[in-house]
């Protein structure tokens, strides 16, 4: 299948840079670049590419602010932030925004391919120093989880519970729906009921609360991970 993109920065030469590396991918079809936040708006709705490819500084408005009301659109686009600064507000912004991936500029062309096909396929890919600082961060809370300070997690299924657990360790919807062979329409059915139960509105803030609760231990390999990478 391939993949529709849509690149957004505001210097010319990063645009046609990425245009040009991603021209040569056959999987990726870059469909339009822009420097304007609201005119990536109405691409998207005319376009409607897979995947957005933004900075946060764009003319009109922010990346940020685009993202926010890309999130809004029926159906959103994923959305891939490439940015200069890794921040942990910046960090923390971009995530609660809705994007999916978020990378360096110091990433390799590599990196950019691979978080454009994650972030079509529905999972996360974040730049390693970022994801080193949360699984550092998660590892430095207090051990102070337990049913009493999330009693919604209790109200989950059995299967609710799995497949919250493997979207948290990063599996797609079709990788989930492969694994329990069970449909991609059931696995959405487990995820919605799921958000509706815990309170969160997207895939972040699933993310976010499978790891406070103690669904997923934040340091070392669950099973499902040992399995998959055996």
């Not at 991603?22 to 708006?41: F, K, Q």
């Not at 396929?121 to 300070?149: C, H, I, K, Y």
């Given at each position: 299948m391939t993949i529709r993109a849509l690149i957004c920065d505001e210097l010319p030469v990063v645009r046609d840079g990425m245009r040009t590396l991603?021209?040569?991918?056959?999987?990726?079809?870059?469909?339009?670049?822009?420097?304007?936040?609201?005119?990536?708006?109405?691409l998207v709705r005319t376009a409607r590419p897979d995947v957005v490819v933004t900075d946060l500084n764009l003319r009109v408005i922010s990346g940020l602010e685009m993202i926010r009301?890309?999130?809004?659109?029926?159906?959103?686009?994923?959305?891939?932030?490439?940015?200069?600064?890794?921040?942990?507000?910046?960090?923390?912004?971009?995530?609660?925004?809705?994007?999916?991936?978020?990378?360096?500029?110091?990433?390799?062309?590599?990196?950019?391919?691979?978080?454009?096909?994650?972030?079509?396929?529905?999972?996360?890919?974040?730049?390693?120093?970022?994801?080193?600082?949360?699984?550092?961060?998660?590892?430095?809370?207090?051990?102070?989880?337990?049913?009493?300070?999330?009693?919604?997690?209790?109200?989950?299924?059995?299967?609710?519970?799995?497949?919250?657990?493997?979207?948290?360790?990063?599996m797609s919807t079709e990788d989930v729906a492969r694994e329990l062979i069970i449909g991609v329409a059931t696995v959405r059915t487990h995820l919605y009921r799921v958000r509706t139960k815990l309170g969160v509105r997207d895939r972040a803030q699933l993310v976010s609360l499978a790891y406070r609760s103690g669904l997923i231990p934040p340091a070392g390999r669950g099973p499902d991970l040992e399995k998959r990478a055996s």
């Open positions: 991603l021209d040569a991918v056959p999987d990726i079809d870059v469909i339009e670049t822009t420097d304007n936040g609201m005119e990536a708006i109405m009301r890309l999130g809004k659109e029926d159906p959103p686009p994923h959305v891939v932030v490439f940015t200069a600064s890794d921040a942990d507000k910046t960090v923390s912004d971009v995530l609660h925004a809705g994007a999916s991936c978020l990378l360096g500029k110091d990433a390799s062309p590599q990196d950019l391919v691979a978080a454009i096909r994650a972030a079509a396929a529905g999972r996360a890919m974040l730049a390693p120093n970022v994801a080193q600082r949360l699984v550092t961060w998660f590892r430095e809370q207090p051990d102070t989880t337990s049913s009493t300070q999330y009693p919604e997690v209790a109200e989950l299924t059995p299967r609710e519970r799995e497949v919250t657990q493997m979207v948290a360790r990063g």
